[in-house]
T-cell receptor, first 111, second 116 residues
Framework: GEDVEQSLFLSVREGDSSVINCTYT??????LYWYKQEPGAGLQLLTY?????DMKQDQRLTVLLNKKDKHLSLRIADTQTGDSAIYFC???????????FGAGTRLFVKA | NAGVMQNPRHLVRRRGQEARLRCSPM?????VYWYRQLPEEGLKFMVY????????ESGMPKERFSAEFPKEGPSILRIQQVVRGDSAAYFC??????????????FGQGTRLTVV
């Protein structure tokens, strides 16, 4: 069945780059997303990429997609303490609503 | 424009009781989605509703769980005869139309259900 996997924890120093990785199994995925969840809050959509794209950049965020390997990554440049949160990778097919989420990667930023 | 409002934020129920979780979508949004987040896990899709219609309930357990989105009022996720395994965070999201990245689904803050 459909599955999305991510490493559970990442620790970086403030100012360094963070790279969060994700793999998925559904080859028919159309959209791939990165969400951010802060403690006690809902999910905030950070960025998304269509499956026919290799890369998308949005300010400090860079998303890389390797469709052949079904591998997605999120790079956060100049990571700040305010970036500490859980980051969820997610994918969906055409229509978008039945989104499959990974378990989330907890990013801890050390000052 | 208030965001997606879920209430209560925290709900404690004894085994066998009923839990009712409410979700008021953002103004102008007619599509509602419910997800469940178990501890240390990602979100699992449960159900997708439009006003007065269930579009996809493939993620809903076959028994004890039901959802509605009436013409007036919030969407309700109802869990009858709760068991300890129902303890989780339940998130609601809404969008103005069927989900595509251009019509972002906005999430509420979730209802954390604890069954004792």
């Amino acid at each position: 069945g459909e599955d999305v996997e991510q490493s559970l924890f990442l620790s970086v120093r403030e100012g360094d780059s963070s790279v969060i990785n994700c793999t998925y199994t559904d080859s028919s995925s159309t959209y791939l997303y990165w969400y951010k969840q802060e403690p006690g809050a809902g999910l905030q959509l950070l960025t998304y990429i269509f499956s026919n794209m290799d890369m998308k950049q949005d300010q400090r965020l860079t998303v890389l997609l390797n469709k052949k390997d079904k591998h997605l990554s999120l790079r956060i440049a100049d990571t700040q303490t305010g970036d500490s949160a859980i980051y969820f990778c997610a994918e969906s097919g055409a229509g978008g609503f039945k989104t499959i989420f990974g378990a989330g990667t907890r990013l801890f930023v050390k000052a | 424009n208030a965001g997606v409002m879920q209430n209560p934020r925290h709900l404690v129920r004894r085994r066998g009781q009923e839990a009712r979780l409410r979700c008021s979508p953002m103004k102008g949004h007619s599509h509602v989605y419910w997800y469940r987040q178990l501890p240390e896990e990602g979100l699992k899709f449960m159900v997708y509703l439009q006003k007065e219609n269930i579009i996809d309930e493939s993620g809903m357990p076959k028994e004890r769980f039901s959802a509605e989105f009436p013409k007036e009022g919030p969407s309700i996720l109802r869990i009858q005869q709760v068991v300890r395994g129902d303890s989780a965070a339940y998130f609601c999201a809404s969008s103005p139309q069927s989900g595509t990245p251009d019509t972002e689904a906005f999430f509420g803050q979730g209802t954390r259900l604890t069954v004792v």
